[in-house]
């Protein structure tokens, strides 16, 4: 068995394909992203209350890195140790990792929680209601409907796939 070097990419061409070394589709998606950001930015300084956006980014991304990483990893490491590794007793028969089918759903209610806990949790009842005339007490009930809807979901799936590998153990 031999061992090969990875083949680098061809740069011999000229043009704006060898020295930025994807294709022009590439390059032009770059720069249409890169324009409605640079647009979005413009915008937030344009605004009165530019300082407090960059407070809020700034603290989103002190809270994700500092915070929700190492919690969110740690989980991801004990749930792997705990469901991820296949078991060597049962090699005959095909594997389908539940890791996924947990992680997932689990994953977006989270956000979703993020996104709506202050009505999830009753926190802004009085101005929630002053500004709607509505109650934040459905939210509870209706974010843990769909996390099981989620789950459910997932568990649907994941029974297909475990069925289809056990069929079809190619």
Request: charged share 15%.
């Amino acid at each position: 068995m031999s061992t090969m070097a990875p083949e680098k990419p061809d740069r011999s061409r000229g043009g704006l394909l060898g020295l930025y070394g994807a294709g022009p589709l590439h390059l032009l998606a770059v720069l249409v992203s890169f324009a409605i950001a640079g647009y979005g930015f413009l915008r937030i300084f344009d605004s009165p209350d530019a300082f407090n956006v960059l407070l809020w980014f700034g603290g989103a991304i002190i809270a994700h890195d500092v915070i929700a990483f190492p919690i969110y990893s740690g989980l991801g490491l004990i749930a792997y140790g705990a469901l991820g590794r296949p078991r060597e007793r049962d090699a005959e028969v095909p594997q389908v990792s539940v890791l996924n089918h947990v992680r997932v759903p689990l994953l977006l209610s989270a956000f979703t929680f993020i996104a709506w806990f202050p009505l999830i949790l009753g926190l802004g009842e009085e101005r929630f209601n002053d500004q709607t005339g509505l109650s934040t007490d459905v939210y509870l009930g209706r974010w843990l409907l769909l996390t099981a809807a989620l789950l459910a979901i997932s568990a649907v799936v994941y029974a297909v796939r475990l069925r289809k590998a056990r069929q079809d153990p190619g």
